[in-house]
């Protein structure tokens, strides 16, 4: 269940794959393709192919206007820049059962829309310090993994799995009949991190910070859980917040 990938020097040609015929060919040879940058209103046949065969994966398309395209390369890009994505994405239906097959108890930290780069590197080094077995990240809205996630990651990315789901709500619900827990950590309830108990095997859900958890994940979830906060300002950033009720995971493990 690594991640690992050994890591290459920065170069343009190894970072991106340009033109729709080399993306195609890059997602047909299954490569690690972060996201796909797509000229606005860009259409024929051979990008409708492209359209068709991503259906079947989890790589992001996002619609840019052509102007972020030429700032990415002045190569010839002919509409559409896949990014190749330093690390290989997992399964957490994968995941679950092998843990438990190690006489492990699952504990899976999941993101819900966190898409600043520096804060999943942060979130995923202290996940690692702490034996998280997985994060769980959705295809949209969510941070990129690039050279500032895993230089502030300390590495971590390249250890612990990340998978990417399309569909949180529906990833929970998997979490919950593997026999997790899911606790969401919102200021939303009067009840705080401690009560949980975090020997069970649990999935910690965790929000954006201009957001916070959407509803569907808070309706799902078995507990919600607060972070007591006694000072002028309201709120923690994520990657701290993080490690608070992390940390209070492996207190009550110890």
Request: aromatic share 6%; with cysteine; net charge neutral.
């Amino acid at each position: 269940m690594d991640n690992f990938r050994r890591p290459q020097r920065a170069k343009e040609n190894n970072e991106f794959v340009f033109g729709i015929r080399a993306v195609i060919e890059a997602v047909k040879a299954g490569r690690d393709i972060e996201t796909i940058y797509q000229q606005r209103g860009l259409g024929g046949e051979l990008f409708l192919e492209l359209k068709a065969l991503l259906k079947d994966t989890l790589i992001p398309l996002n619609s840019v206007p052509v102007e972020k395209l030429n700032r990415m390369s002045q190569k010839n890009h002919q509409g559409v820049i896949a990014v190749i994505s330093p690390i290989t994405y997992q399964n957490i239906e994968d995941i679950v059962p092998a843990v438990f097959e190690k006489g492990e108890v699952p504990l899976i930290l999941v993101l819900d829309s966190v898409t600043d780069v520096r804060n999943m590197g942060a979130i995923a080094r202290t996940a690692a310090c702490v034996g998280v077995h997985a994060i769980v990240v959705p295809l949209k809205n969510a941070a990129q993994i690039n050279a500032d996630a895993i230089k502030t990651s300390a590495g971590a990315l390249f250890s612990i799995p990340i998978c990417r789901h399309a569909n949180l709500h529906k990833t929970c619900l998997f979490l919950q009949e593997s026999g997790l827990q899911v606790v969401a950590c919102t200021e939303k309830t009067n009840d705080f991190i401690y009560a949980p108990d975090y020997t069970m095997p649990t999935a910690i859900v965790m929000g954006s910070e201009d957001e916070g958890i959407s509803n569907d994940l808070l309706r799902v979830a078995d507990h919600l859980a607060k972070i007591p906060m006694a000072g002028k300002i309201e709120s923690l950033n994520v990657s701290v917040a993080a490690g608070v009720i992390l940390y209070e995971a492996v207190r009550q493990r110890m």
